[in-house]
């Protein structure tokens, strides 16, 4: 069976740092598309990096988070991570990872992700 656990969120003061793990199970990780993406309330659910199953340098961020966010994979640990330096409150969202079976490169659109986790509270607060 298919499945994506995040962990990791919580609550940090503005200027702190988190770090999100996606564990799969039932599937191989380093194969696929992996995408984080978020969604606070009242808003779209939004993409905020990626990462390539062709090559771990290939990435992408939102312009929202470049130069803060780093997504990366543990292929031994059959994990993808999202470290987030320098929070902001507007980071304040459910963090979800997924991935993408069938394109060629990442993309920051939810349409092309088939399975999805259930989802990690981030909230930036003080």
């Known amino acids: 069976q298919v499945q994506l656990v995040e962990s990791g969120g919580g609550l940090v003061q503005p200027g702190g740092s988190l770090r999100l793990a996606c564990q799969a199970s039932?599937?191989?990780?380093?194969?696929?598309?992996i995408g984080w993406f978020r969604q606070a309330p009242g808003k779209e659910r939004e993409g905020t990096s990626c990462?390539?199953?062709?090559?771990?340098?290939?990435?992408d961020y939102a312009d929202s988070v470049k130069g803060r966010f780093t997504i990366s994979r543990d292929t031994a640990k059959n994990t993808v991570y999202l470290q987030m330096h320098n929070l902001k409150p507007e980071d304040t969202a459910v963090y979800y990872c997924?991935?993408?079976?069938?394109?060629?490169?990442?993309?920051?659109?939810?349409?092309?992700?088939?399975?999805w986790g259930q989802g990690a509270q981030v909230t930036v607060s003080s």
């Open positions: 990462i390539s199953s062709v090559n771990d340098d290939d990435t």
């Open positions: 039932g599937f191989t990780l380093e194969y696929y598309n």
């Open positions: 997924a991935t993408d079976t069938l394109s060629t490169g990442c993309h920051l659109t939810p349409d092309p992700y088939d399975y």
